[in-house]
Structures are given as C-alpha cells and as structure tokens.
T-cell receptor
Framework: GEDVEQSLFLSVREGDSSVINCTYT??????LYWYKQEPGAGLQLLTY?????DMKQDQRLTVLLNKKDKHLSLRIADTQTGDSAIYFC????????????FGSGTRLLVRP | ETGVTQTPRHLVMGMTNKKSLKCEQH?????MYWYKQSAKKPLELMFV???????ENNSVPSRFSPECPNSSHLFLHLHTLQPEDSALYLC??????????????FGPGTRLTVT
C-alpha cells in the first residue's frame, strides 16, 4: 500500500541544524519531495530527489535518501526563525497517473 | 507570488448553501488538482484534470463537483455540505499529469467553514 509517515513536531534552537525524517512504503516511488507550508499559505516545493540518488544538497538544505530502508530526511543547516513552518514529505508513485502521496507533515518550531 | 491563485481565501457557508471555489494558474500548465487539507490528516487528493479532462476522482462525494473549462481555470462547486467538510482546499497545477519530475505548484488555499 501507499503510506508516508512523519513525526508531528520538531523544536530546535535558532542556529542549530534541523533534521526532519520521513518513511514511505511504496518501493516504486520515482521522486521524493519536500514541501514547506507557512501559516495561511499553500505548499511550496523546497526540493526533490530522484529515487536513484542518495543525496542532494541545495544551499542550506540537504536531502538524504536510504532506499533500502525507505527513509528520507531533510536537514536544514543554520535554522532560522523564518524556517518555522510545516514540512511535508511526498512520494510520486509510478502508476498510470504519477500521483503524489503526502505525509501528515512535521511542524518545525525554531526558538530564538 | 506562486502563479496559482485561489478565491475566495475564506468562506463560511451553511449546509444548504451553494458556493464555488475558483483556482487560476498563470504558469502555462496543463494539469490541475484539488486537494483537501484537514487538521492532523495527510493531504487528500480529490480530483485531477489533465488537458481539461478529469483523470482522477478519488472517491469524492457528489456534493463536491469540479469543473475545468480550460487549462488555466479550475472550479469546485459545493452544495449541501456537511460540517466535516470544513477544511483548507488547495489547488495545484503541474506541467502535465505525467510530467517527469511531477512538480506541483500550490495556491494559497481556501479556508472553508461549514456551519
């Protein structure tokens, strides 16, 4: 079946690194995504990784993919108060319509 | 500016009302989506349109009726809703349904409250 799981909440101090974790079940995933949702706003695509990659780095963001364990993580270096938001992990399933399956989201709170 | 706009941003309606949500994308995309976001639940895909044709209806009750007159506009017509339908309704678009990277761009959502 298709299922994406994330922890609900993470609190870090400003300047520290944040690591948000995600597990998924469908081994036919082609792409895995991280979206950010700020209060009152829609989802913003932060980054994505193709399923044959192990790591992708984009400025302060590092995505790690362990395909064997079906585990995806997002590391935010030097976390800022503006990073406080809900972060959604999502996988695209290679079936007839390439639909996205989202996790429930992890609320990141950055303390000054 | 995300390129995907939604109106209204907030809507309060009674269970006997009829209302419509509107989504417009300015990105030249060909696929559009409706999602429902309820508290503490994963984002639920409701409908998918690709080149104006509906390609997915994720077992959505008939009190939600989508309409896609062209690739830039998507509507969600609402009638005789229930209080449990209160949620944030998000619209998204992508280049097309089978776009290889499947990047979806989201609007800000309509916060719907059914009284």
């Amino acid at each position: 079946g298709e299922d994406v799981e994330q922890s609900l909440f993470l609190s870090v101090r400003e300047g520290d690194s944040s690591v948000i974790n995600c597990t998924y079940t469908d081994s036919s995933s082609t792409y895995l995504y991280w979206y950010k949702q700020e209060p009152g706003a829609g989802l913003q695509l932060l980054t994505y990784i193709f399923s044959n990659m192990d790591m992708k780095q984009d400025q302060r963001l590092t995505v790690l993919l362990n395909k064997k364990d079906k585990h995806l993580s997002l590391r935010i270096a030097d976390t800022q108060t503006g990073d406080s938001a809900i972060y959604f992990c999502a996988e695209s399933i290679m079936d007839s319509s390439y639909k996205l399956i989202f996790g429930s989201g992890t609320r990141l709170l950055v303390r000054p | 500016e995300t390129g995907v706009t939604q109106t209204p941003r907030h809507l309060v309606m009674g269970m006997t009302n009829k209302k419509s949500l509107k989504c417009e994308q300015h990105l030249g995309h060909n696929a559009m989506y409706w999602y429902k976001q309820s508290a503490k639940k994963p984002l639920e895909l409701m409908f998918v349109y690709n080149f104006k044709e509906q390609t997915e209806n994720n077992s959505v009750p008939s009190r939600f009726s989508p309409e896609c007159p062209n690739s830039s506009h998507l509507f969600l017509h609402l009638h005789t809703l229930q209080p449990e339908d209160s949620a944030l309704y998000l619209c998204a678009s992508s280049q097309d349904e089978r776009a290889r990277s499947y990047e979806q761009y989201f609007g800000p959502g309509t916060r719907l409250t059914v009284t």
